[in-house]
Protein backbone atom coordinates (compact mmCIF):
# COMPACT_ATOMS: atom_id res chain seq x y z
CA UNK A 1 0.00 0.00 0.00
CA UNK A 2 2.75 2.44 0.95
CA UNK A 3 4.53 1.70 -2.05
CA UNK A 4 1.04 2.71 -4.51
CA UNK A 5 0.94 5.37 -2.36
CA UNK A 6 4.07 6.85 -3.61
CA UNK A 7 3.67 5.66 -6.72
CA UNK A 8 0.55 8.01 -7.02
CA UNK A 9 1.87 10.69 -4.74
CA UNK A 10 4.63 11.12 -7.69
CA UNK A 11 2.58 10.94 -10.52
CA UNK A 12 0.74 13.97 -9.65
CA UNK A 13 3.10 16.79 -10.96
CA UNK A 14 3.25 14.59 -14.02
CA UNK A 15 -0.41 14.82 -14.42
CA UNK A 16 -0.76 18.41 -13.65
CA UNK A 17 2.10 19.28 -15.47
CA UNK A 18 0.38 17.43 -18.75
CA UNK A 19 -2.83 19.64 -18.06
CA UNK A 20 -1.43 22.50 -18.16
CA UNK A 21 0.27 21.67 -21.44
CA UNK A 22 -2.03 20.33 -23.57
CA UNK A 23 -4.37 23.51 -21.87
CA UNK A 24 -2.02 26.42 -23.26
CA UNK A 25 -4.04 27.98 -26.07
CA UNK A 26 -1.04 28.34 -28.71
CA UNK A 27 0.40 25.17 -28.28
CA UNK A 28 -0.18 22.72 -31.24
CA UNK A 29 -0.31 20.00 -29.58
CA UNK A 30 -3.31 21.70 -27.99
CA UNK A 31 -4.99 21.59 -30.92
CA UNK A 32 -3.87 18.22 -31.78
CA UNK A 33 -5.66 16.48 -28.74
CA UNK A 34 -8.62 18.66 -29.31
CA UNK A 35 -8.76 17.32 -32.95
CA UNK A 36 -8.23 13.89 -32.13
CA UNK A 37 -11.09 13.82 -29.11
CA UNK A 38 -13.66 15.35 -31.66
CA UNK A 39 -12.64 13.01 -34.28
CA UNK A 40 -12.83 10.30 -31.34
CA UNK A 41 -16.07 11.51 -30.13
CA UNK A 42 -18.08 11.75 -33.67
CA UNK A 43 -16.78 8.09 -34.34
CA UNK A 44 -18.49 7.22 -31.24
CA UNK A 45 -21.53 9.16 -32.29
CA UNK A 46 -21.52 7.43 -35.68
CA UNK A 47 -20.96 3.94 -34.09
CA UNK A 48 -23.68 4.87 -31.69
CA UNK A 49 -25.94 6.15 -34.50
CA UNK A 50 -25.62 2.53 -36.86
CA UNK A 51 -26.07 0.20 -33.61
CA UNK A 52 -29.33 1.95 -33.18
CA UNK A 53 -30.15 1.64 -37.10
CA UNK A 54 -29.22 -1.91 -36.75
CA UNK A 55 -31.41 -2.43 -33.93
CA UNK A 56 -34.25 -0.07 -35.55
CA UNK A 57 -34.04 -2.64 -38.37
CA UNK A 58 -34.19 -5.56 -36.75
CA UNK A 59 -37.38 -4.15 -35.02
CA UNK A 60 -38.87 -3.21 -38.27
CA UNK A 61 -37.78 -7.06 -40.17
CA UNK A 62 -39.91 -8.95 -37.18
CA UNK A 63 -43.10 -6.83 -37.85
CA UNK A 64 -45.32 -7.95 -41.03
CA UNK A 65 -45.06 -6.08 -43.95
CA UNK A 66 -48.35 -3.67 -43.66
CA UNK A 67 -48.22 -0.77 -45.83
CA UNK A 68 -45.36 -2.27 -47.87
CA UNK A 69 -46.76 -5.04 -49.13
CA UNK A 70 -47.43 -4.95 -52.94
CA UNK A 71 -51.62 -4.85 -52.75
CA UNK A 72 -51.35 -2.45 -49.61
CA UNK A 73 -48.58 -0.70 -51.16
CA UNK A 74 -51.12 -0.09 -54.59
CA UNK A 75 -53.65 0.54 -52.14
CA UNK A 76 -52.32 3.41 -50.76
CA UNK A 77 -51.27 5.13 -53.82
CA UNK A 78 -55.20 5.19 -54.60
CA UNK A 79 -56.19 6.52 -51.30
CA UNK A 80 -53.59 9.07 -52.23
CA UNK A 81 -54.36 10.00 -55.88
CA UNK A 82 -58.52 10.31 -54.55
CA UNK A 83 -57.35 13.19 -52.38
CA UNK A 84 -54.38 14.43 -55.00
CA UNK A 85 -55.96 14.16 -58.65
CA UNK A 86 -59.57 12.86 -57.67
CA UNK A 87 -59.12 9.54 -59.06
CA UNK A 88 -58.25 5.42 -58.35
CA UNK A 89 -55.67 5.76 -61.56
CA UNK A 90 -52.56 7.02 -59.93
CA UNK A 91 -50.79 5.11 -62.80
CA UNK A 92 -52.04 7.85 -65.00
CA UNK A 93 -51.24 10.98 -62.87
CA UNK A 94 -46.90 11.39 -63.88
CA UNK A 95 -47.93 13.73 -66.39
CA UNK A 96 -50.50 15.91 -63.93
CA UNK A 97 -49.21 19.35 -63.55
CA UNK A 98 -51.56 22.28 -61.93
CA UNK A 99 -51.08 25.56 -60.23
CA UNK A 100 -53.92 24.94 -57.61
CA UNK A 101 -53.40 28.51 -55.80
CA UNK A 102 -52.08 26.97 -52.75
CA UNK A 103 -49.31 29.14 -52.68
CA UNK A 104 -46.39 26.62 -53.69
CA UNK A 105 -46.25 26.99 -57.11
CA UNK A 106 -46.49 24.45 -59.29
CA UNK A 107 -48.19 20.78 -58.13
CA UNK A 108 -47.28 18.22 -60.41
CA UNK A 109 -46.50 14.03 -60.71
CA UNK A 110 -47.13 11.24 -58.67
CA UNK A 111 -47.54 12.59 -54.88
CA UNK A 112 -47.30 16.41 -55.94
CA UNK A 113 -44.37 17.69 -55.92
CA UNK A 114 -44.15 21.28 -55.73
CA UNK A 115 -41.86 23.96 -57.50
CA UNK A 116 -42.46 25.86 -54.13
CA UNK A 117 -41.39 23.03 -51.76
CA UNK A 118 -37.96 22.02 -52.55
CA UNK A 119 -39.04 18.15 -53.35
CA UNK A 120 -39.84 18.86 -57.40
CA UNK A 121 -36.73 20.46 -57.58
CA UNK A 122 -34.54 17.67 -56.01
CA UNK A 123 -36.40 15.03 -58.18
CA UNK A 124 -35.70 16.97 -61.66
CA UNK A 125 -31.67 17.33 -60.66
CA UNK A 126 -31.88 14.29 -59.47
CA UNK A 127 -33.17 12.56 -62.46
CA UNK A 128 -30.80 14.89 -64.89
CA UNK A 129 -27.89 13.65 -63.18
CA UNK A 130 -28.91 10.22 -64.77
CA UNK A 131 -30.44 11.67 -67.75
CA UNK A 132 -28.65 14.99 -68.55
CA UNK A 133 -30.35 15.51 -72.41
CA UNK A 134 -33.90 15.72 -70.39
CA UNK A 135 -36.41 17.92 -71.04
CA UNK A 136 -36.40 19.38 -67.89
CA UNK A 137 -32.94 19.80 -67.76
CA UNK A 138 -33.02 23.54 -69.03
CA UNK A 139 -35.03 24.94 -66.64
CA UNK A 140 -33.35 24.13 -63.50
CA UNK A 141 -31.84 27.27 -62.90
CA UNK A 142 -35.82 28.97 -63.20
CA UNK A 143 -37.02 26.07 -60.24
CA UNK A 144 -34.22 27.00 -58.42
CA UNK A 145 -35.00 30.49 -58.45
CA UNK A 146 -38.74 29.71 -57.30
CA UNK A 147 -37.31 27.39 -54.86
CA UNK A 148 -39.87 28.36 -52.00
CA UNK A 149 -41.76 30.60 -53.14
CA UNK A 150 -45.39 30.20 -55.67
CA UNK A 151 -43.48 32.42 -58.24
CA UNK A 152 -43.97 30.61 -61.86
CA UNK A 153 -40.75 33.55 -62.91
CA UNK A 154 -38.62 31.17 -65.52
CA UNK A 155 -40.67 27.99 -66.34
CA UNK A 156 -43.79 29.93 -68.01
CA UNK A 157 -44.96 29.01 -71.14
CA UNK A 158 -42.82 25.91 -71.26
CA UNK A 159 -42.77 23.88 -68.28
CA UNK A 160 -46.09 22.18 -67.75
CA UNK A 161 -45.56 21.01 -71.49
CA UNK A 162 -42.15 19.87 -71.09
CA UNK A 163 -43.47 18.34 -67.75
CA UNK A 164 -45.87 15.78 -69.59
CA UNK A 165 -43.91 14.91 -72.27
CA UNK A 166 -40.98 13.74 -69.34
CA UNK A 167 -43.83 11.84 -67.96
CA UNK A 168 -44.52 9.98 -71.70
CA UNK A 169 -40.95 8.51 -70.88
CA UNK A 170 -40.52 5.17 -68.77
CA UNK A 171 -37.16 6.88 -67.04
CA UNK A 172 -38.80 9.69 -65.42
CA UNK A 173 -42.17 7.35 -64.34
CA UNK A 174 -39.32 5.62 -62.77
CA UNK A 175 -37.46 8.55 -61.35
CA UNK A 176 -40.76 10.00 -59.60
CA UNK A 177 -41.78 6.75 -58.26
CA UNK A 178 -37.96 6.70 -57.02
CA UNK A 179 -38.50 9.96 -55.19
CA UNK A 180 -41.52 9.13 -53.76
CA UNK A 181 -40.70 5.53 -52.32
CA UNK A 182 -37.36 7.16 -50.82
CA UNK A 183 -38.81 10.90 -49.40
CA UNK A 184 -41.81 9.46 -48.44
CA UNK A 185 -43.22 6.26 -48.62
CA UNK A 186 -40.29 4.22 -46.96
CA UNK A 187 -39.63 6.65 -44.18
CA UNK A 188 -43.23 7.32 -43.23
CA UNK A 189 -43.70 2.75 -43.19
CA UNK A 190 -40.70 2.68 -41.78
CA UNK A 191 -41.29 5.02 -38.40
CA UNK A 192 -44.64 3.74 -38.26
CA UNK A 193 -43.90 0.50 -37.59
CA UNK A 194 -40.74 1.27 -35.37
CA UNK A 195 -44.21 3.33 -33.05
CA UNK A 196 -45.97 0.19 -33.27
CA UNK A 197 -48.58 1.03 -35.89
CA UNK A 198 -50.25 -1.06 -38.03
CA UNK A 199 -51.18 -0.69 -41.95
CA UNK A 200 -53.73 2.23 -41.02
CA UNK A 201 -51.23 4.40 -39.39
CA UNK A 202 -48.67 2.99 -41.86
CA UNK A 203 -50.94 5.18 -44.31
CA UNK A 204 -52.19 7.77 -41.69
CA UNK A 205 -48.09 8.37 -41.82
CA UNK A 206 -47.66 8.65 -45.15
CA UNK A 207 -50.39 10.64 -46.27
CA UNK A 208 -49.37 13.22 -43.80
CA UNK A 209 -45.56 13.06 -45.08
CA UNK A 210 -46.86 13.43 -48.65
CA UNK A 211 -49.19 16.63 -47.69
CA UNK A 212 -47.14 18.19 -44.91
CA UNK A 213 -43.73 17.37 -46.31
CA UNK A 214 -40.65 15.77 -43.94
CA UNK A 215 -39.92 18.80 -42.40
CA UNK A 216 -39.41 19.55 -38.24
CA UNK A 217 -41.94 22.35 -38.15
CA UNK A 218 -44.83 22.44 -36.21
CA UNK A 219 -46.58 21.90 -39.10
CA UNK A 220 -44.89 19.43 -41.05
CA UNK A 221 -44.75 15.72 -40.39
CA UNK A 222 -42.03 15.84 -37.38
CA UNK A 223 -43.52 18.26 -35.79
CA UNK A 224 -46.84 16.88 -35.88
CA UNK A 225 -45.88 13.62 -34.71
CA UNK A 226 -44.01 14.93 -32.18
CA UNK A 227 -47.76 17.30 -30.97
CA UNK A 228 -49.27 13.76 -30.90
CA UNK A 229 -46.89 12.45 -28.80
CA UNK A 230 -47.07 15.14 -25.65
CA UNK A 231 -50.66 14.42 -25.90
CA UNK A 232 -50.87 10.35 -26.09
CA UNK A 233 -48.51 7.45 -25.72
CA UNK A 234 -47.05 6.00 -28.93
CA UNK A 235 -48.38 2.01 -28.94
CA UNK A 236 -44.76 1.16 -29.09
CA UNK A 237 -44.69 2.88 -25.14
CA UNK A 238 -47.75 1.43 -24.48
CA UNK A 239 -50.07 3.57 -25.59
CA UNK A 240 -53.80 2.85 -27.19
CA UNK A 241 -53.45 2.74 -31.64
CA UNK A 242 -56.75 4.14 -31.86
CA UNK A 243 -56.20 7.16 -29.48
CA UNK A 244 -52.91 8.05 -30.40
CA UNK A 245 -54.15 7.98 -34.67
CA UNK A 246 -57.28 10.04 -33.14
CA UNK A 247 -54.91 12.66 -32.02
CA UNK A 248 -53.14 12.63 -34.77
CA UNK A 249 -55.40 13.08 -37.21
CA UNK A 250 -56.82 16.06 -34.77
CA UNK A 251 -53.21 17.80 -35.15
CA UNK A 252 -52.95 17.14 -38.99
CA UNK A 253 -56.63 18.78 -39.66
CA UNK A 254 -55.92 21.88 -37.63
CA UNK A 255 -52.54 22.20 -38.96
CA UNK A 256 -54.26 22.01 -42.55
CA UNK A 257 -57.38 24.50 -41.05
CA UNK A 258 -54.68 26.65 -39.54
CA UNK A 259 -53.11 27.51 -43.19
CA UNK A 260 -56.48 28.16 -44.61
CA UNK A 261 -59.69 27.96 -42.67
CA UNK A 262 -61.65 27.15 -45.81
CA UNK A 263 -59.68 24.20 -46.60
CA UNK A 264 -61.43 20.59 -47.30
CA UNK A 265 -60.19 18.31 -44.78
CA UNK A 266 -62.66 15.08 -46.24
CA UNK A 267 -59.39 13.16 -46.75
CA UNK A 268 -59.25 13.15 -42.94
CA UNK A 269 -62.75 13.31 -41.78
CA UNK A 270 -64.53 10.84 -44.54
CA UNK A 271 -61.81 8.52 -45.02
CA UNK A 272 -58.96 8.18 -42.67
CA UNK A 273 -60.88 8.86 -39.74
CA UNK A 274 -63.70 6.36 -41.00
CA UNK A 275 -61.43 3.78 -41.75
CA UNK A 276 -60.29 4.07 -37.48
CA UNK A 277 -63.58 4.50 -36.66
CA UNK A 278 -64.63 1.58 -38.15
CA UNK A 279 -61.73 -0.44 -36.50
CA UNK A 280 -60.14 -1.27 -39.97
CA UNK A 281 -56.32 -0.78 -38.31
CA UNK A 282 -55.63 -3.41 -41.11
CA UNK A 283 -57.42 -1.47 -44.31
CA UNK A 284 -59.12 -4.69 -45.06
CA UNK A 285 -60.79 -4.44 -48.54
CA UNK A 286 -63.27 -4.20 -49.57
CA UNK A 287 -62.90 -0.28 -48.81
CA UNK A 288 -64.94 2.79 -49.31
CA UNK A 289 -64.43 6.24 -48.44
CA UNK A 290 -65.16 9.93 -49.96
CA UNK A 291 -62.70 12.70 -50.61
CA UNK A 292 -64.56 16.13 -51.93
CA UNK A 293 -68.29 14.66 -51.63
CA UNK A 294 -67.18 11.88 -54.32
CA UNK A 295 -67.61 7.93 -53.19
CA UNK A 296 -64.52 6.00 -53.86
CA UNK A 297 -64.66 2.05 -53.85
CA UNK A 298 -61.95 -0.53 -54.01
CA UNK A 299 -63.36 -4.13 -53.78
Known sequence: MKRAGCLLFAAVPVVVTAAVYFATP???????????????????????????????????????????????KELAQEIVASAENSTLKWHEVYGYIEDIG????????????????????????????????NGLARYLPALRKVDGTDSHEGL????????????TLAAFREAQDHERDSVYFDPAVRLAKL??????????????????????????????????????NLPSDGGDEKSYLDIFLDIRREAMKAKNPQRDTTRIDTAQRQFLYDGNLDLHTPLKWKVYGETYRVP
Open 156 to 167: DPGFPAAWRHEA
Open 26 to 72: EHPAAADAKGSASVSQKAREKDKSKAERTADDEVVADVPAGLAAPDK
Open 195 to 232: DGLGTLGQFVYYDAMVLHGPGTSDNSFYGLRERAMREA
Open 102 to 133: DGQGYTAGVVGFCTGTHDLLTLVERYTKEHPD
